[in-house]
């Protein structure tokens, strides 16, 4: 469903929002139901007239944005006391994270999602373009986003270790390390040395660590 070039009053949108959610809650629409392509032409809508935060705060529902920017980016917003038990999956990104609108959009929503997110699993290829070569810092973009989620307890990256140095020497800490609240971490391939080691005890309340195929 396309909107109509044309500025609708807040109080309608927010009208038809309201009226096209799910009649019961944790149901999970399909991307092709026309549930979901309402909320999210409207949520779009929204976006552009500063009302997201109150269209985006709906009690549970799956929006996909089906154009070449959020392709492979599904997410689902819930709020309340189930919210921890509503993981957001991302896959933004196709073969390169070489692409500064998409890296735009990813720490918006991650600025939106932040305060109740708690459970997130990546698939984020950020190995692709390495910091000598980021021209356009969109791995400055990603790494500010991925800061801001300081309520996760639950992480997995099923690609790499979570890297995102912006510099070519690295040397930045673990964006990890600045979620105060992680209580679970799943990496791939990290360099499991001393530094790791130290890294994962500063940790209060992280009981539980995966590391799969990890090196040292």
């Known amino acids: 469903m396309d909107l109509m070039p044309m500025h609708l009053l807040l109080e309608l949108v927010l009208n038809?929002?309201?009226c096209s959610l799910p009649k019961y809650p944790n149901v999970l629409l399909h991307p092709s139901h026309p549930i979901t392509q309402t909320l999210l032409s409207f949520t779009w809508y929204a976006e552009k007239h500063a009302v997201s935060q109150i269209a985006t705060s709906c009690h549970t529902?799956?929006?996909?944005?089906?154009?070449?920017?959020?392709?492979r980016f599904s997410f689902k917003f819930q709020t309340g006391q189930n919210s921890a038990?509503?993981?957001?999956?991302?896959?933004?990104?196709?073969?390169?994270?070489?692409?500064?609108?998409?890296?735009t959009w990813v720490r918006e929503l991650f600025n939106y999602t932040s305060?109740?997110?708690?459970?997130?699993?990546?698939d984020i290829p950020l190995r692709?373009?390495?910091?000598?070569?980021?021209h356009p810092n969109v791995r400055r973009m990603l790494r500010e986003g991925f800061l801001r989620l300081e309520s996760l307890e639950e992480f997995v990256s099923v690609r790499d270790?979570?890297?995102?140095?912006?510099?070519?020497h690295g040397g930045e800490p673990?964006?990890?390390?600045?979620?105060?609240?992680?209580?679970?971490?799943?990496?791939?391939?990290?360099?499991?040395?001393m530094g790791f080691w130290n890294n994962v005890g500063c940790m209060p309340r992280l009981d539980t660590l995966v590391l799969a195929w990890a090196d040292s």
């Not at 305060?115 to 990546?122: G, M």
């Not at 270790?161 to 070519?168: A, G, I, R, V």
């Open 128 to 134: 692709s373009l390495y910091p000598e070569n980021d």
């Open 85 to 103: 038990k509503s993981p957001i999956s991302s896959s933004p990104f196709n073969h390169t994270i070489n692409d500064q609108p998409t890296a």
């Open 174 to 193: 673990e964006v990890w390390r600045s979620w105060p609240t992680l209580r679970r971490l799943a990496l791939y391939k990290v360099d499991a040395e």
């Open 115 to 122: 305060p109740s997110l708690t459970r997130f699993i990546i």
């Open 161 to 168: 270790e979570l890297y995102l140095d912006t510099m070519h």
């Open 16 to 18: 038809i929002i309201t």
């Open 61 to 71: 529902a799956y929006i996909y944005r089906l154009n070449h920017v959020f392709a």
